[in-house]
């Protein structure tokens, strides 16, 4: 008789408890060890920086916190300017496929006796006319009722192998712009 | 006599189970804002305003005769000097090529805040071959003050109470911006 008797293995079989608990006890250890070592390392930031691929920051024992303000990334392939690239370096012809090859400025991109970089100048101009603008339809006035004044604060984010040459030409060119003080941004060296 | 004891049996225990699971609820909303909101590179800045060139500002330069430090950074060498002659000149060999020796650096202008304590402003001219992670850590260098640096009080213009500074030359700037070399 198969079929009885499977009836009666299926009786005897063992049956899983009604109730099943899953033991937490150990998940809420972890999550304890994962909470307390977040609030120890736990850094907020009131600045929306944005950065680039592949870009290698040097390090600073500065403890200034950069508030937000507009921002120039200067990679060793080119640069850019509010997440806009304006700039794409070239490599001289001598130099090409070299490991100490230098990267730099087309002749076509450079103005005042290659000082000025022309598209960056523009860019600037618009950031600026924009910030002006955005200013006059603010409500916050200075004590004279006028709107407050441009600040003109650039913030440079550069690779650690760029060279200064570079950076003196957006110096310059942010200068020309009404740009007048230069915040240097680098990451934060931990004691 | 003592009294026989009760032939009735014991009721087994109810276990108490602690309930978790709101904990834990709490734990994952916890985690996850923290995850969220946390910056995972932390950056810091340091500013450095453009130099601005005034006939007036000149002449008067030319009569108070400032300190007006000056590091010059070369490919070989590095020289603290001042124009107008305040201080000896210092040169410091680098240590590589391109490379300067930071704390010596930092000692040298240890040793001027020590003379001039209420001077504030450094220029610093790099050449172009400069990078940027040379010109940060001279920067560091020529900004902060350590905490085995002696500890300096200049008086403060607002109340003319002495206090300890916390910067050896905290306003850094570049001297070179419109030359070539």
């Given at each position: 008789m198969p079929f009885y008797r499977s009836i009666r293995q299926r009786r005897s079989q063992k049956k899983l408890s009604y109730f099943f608990d899953l033991q937490l006890t150990s998940m809420l250890d972890i999550f304890i060890v994962v909470l307390i070592?977040?609030?120890?390392i736990y850094a907020v930031s009131t600045n929306s920086f944005s950065t680039v691929n592949g870009i290698k920051l040097p390090y600073s024992f500065s403890l200034d916190t950069p508030p937000d303000t507009l921002q120039v990334i200067i990679t060793p392939e080119g640069l850019t300017f509010e997440n806009n690239r304006i700039i794409d370096f070239i490599q001289t012809a001598s130099e090409a496929g070299s490991s100490n090859s230098v990267y730099t400025f087309k002749t076509s991109d450079l103005d005042e006796g290659g000082r000025r970089i022309v598209a960056l100048y523009d860019a600037l101009l618009k950031a600026k006319e924009k910030s002006e603008l955005l200013r006059l339809k603010s409500k916050a006035r200075d004590e004279k009722g006028k709107p407050l004044p441009f600040e003109g604060f650039l913030a440079i984010q550069a690779d650690k192998s760029v060279r200064y040459d570079i950076i003196r030409k957006i110096m310059y060119t942010a200068a020309t712009a009404d740009f007048k003080t230069f915040r240097f941004l680098a990451l934060k060296h931990e004691e | 006599m003592f009294k026989r004891p009760s032939s009735r049996k014991r009721k087994p225990r109810h276990q108490i189970f602690l309930n978790l699971v709101p904990i834990i609820d709490t734990m994952v909303v916890l985690i996850g804002f923290l995850l969220f909101t946390m910056a995972f590179l932390v950056l810091v800045s340091m500013d450095s305003p453009f130099p601005t060139i005034n006939p007036q500002d000149i002449a008067k330069k030319l009569l108070e005769k400032p300190l007006q430090l000056t590091v010059t950074?070369?490919?070989?060498?590095?020289?603290?000097?001042?124009?107008?002659?305040?201080?000896?000149?210092?040169?410091?060999?680098?240590?590589?090529?391109?490379?300067?020796?930071?704390?010596?650096?930092?000692?040298?202008?240890?040793?001027?805040?020590?003379?001039?304590?209420?001077?504030?402003?450094?220029?610093?001219?790099?050449?172009a071959g400069t990078n940027y992670e040379t010109i940060i850590a001279v920067m560091d260098g020529m900004r902060l003050l350590e905490k085995i640096d002696p500890v300096f009080f200049a008086k403060n213009p607002r109340n003319g109470i002495d206090e300890q500074i916390r910067f050896l030359f905290p306003e850094v700037i570049f001297g070179n911006l419109l030359g070539d070399s």
């Amino acid at each position: 008789m198969p079929f009885y008797r499977s009836i009666r293995q299926r009786r005897s079989q063992k049956k899983l408890s009604y109730f099943f608990d899953l033991q937490l006890t150990s998940m809420l250890d972890i999550f304890i060890v994962v909470l307390i070592f977040l609030l120890k390392i736990y850094a907020v930031s009131t600045n929306s920086f944005s950065t680039v691929n592949g870009i290698k920051l040097p390090y600073s024992f500065s403890l200034d916190t950069p508030p937000d303000t507009l921002q120039v990334i200067i990679t060793p392939e080119g640069l850019t300017f509010e997440n806009n690239r304006i700039i794409d370096f070239i490599q001289t012809a001598s130099e090409a496929g070299s490991s100490n090859s230098v990267y730099t400025f087309k002749t076509s991109d450079l103005d005042e006796g290659g000082r000025r970089i022309v598209a960056l100048y523009d860019a600037l101009l618009k950031a600026k006319e924009k910030s002006e603008l955005l200013r006059l339809k603010s409500k916050a006035r200075d004590e004279k009722g006028k709107p407050l004044p441009f600040e003109g604060f650039l913030a440079i984010q550069a690779d650690k192998s760029v060279r200064y040459d570079i950076i003196r030409k957006i110096m310059y060119t942010a200068a020309t712009a009404d740009f007048k003080t230069f915040r240097f941004l680098a990451l934060k060296h931990e004691e | 006599m003592f009294k026989r004891p009760s032939s009735r049996k014991r009721k087994p225990r109810h276990q108490i189970f602690l309930n978790l699971v709101p904990i834990i609820d709490t734990m994952v909303v916890l985690i996850g804002f923290l995850l969220f909101t946390m910056a995972f590179l932390v950056l810091v800045s340091m500013d450095s305003p453009f130099p601005t060139i005034n006939p007036q500002d000149i002449a008067k330069k030319l009569l108070e005769k400032p300190l007006q430090l000056t590091v010059t950074l070369r490919e070989s060498e590095v020289e603290i000097w001042s124009p107008f002659q305040k201080i000896t000149p210092k040169k410091i060999p680098n240590i590589m090529p391109g490379q300067p020796d930071i704390k010596s650096i930092h000692n040298t202008l240890v040793e001027v805040k020590q003379k001039f304590p209420a001077e504030n402003k450094i220029v610093l001219v790099p050449f172009a071959g400069t990078n940027y992670e040379t010109i940060i850590a001279v920067m560091d260098g020529m900004r902060l003050l350590e905490k085995i640096d002696p500890v300096f009080f200049a008086k403060n213009p607002r109340n003319g109470i002495d206090e300890q500074i916390r910067f050896l030359f905290p306003e850094v700037i570049f001297g070179n911006l419109l030359g070539d070399s």
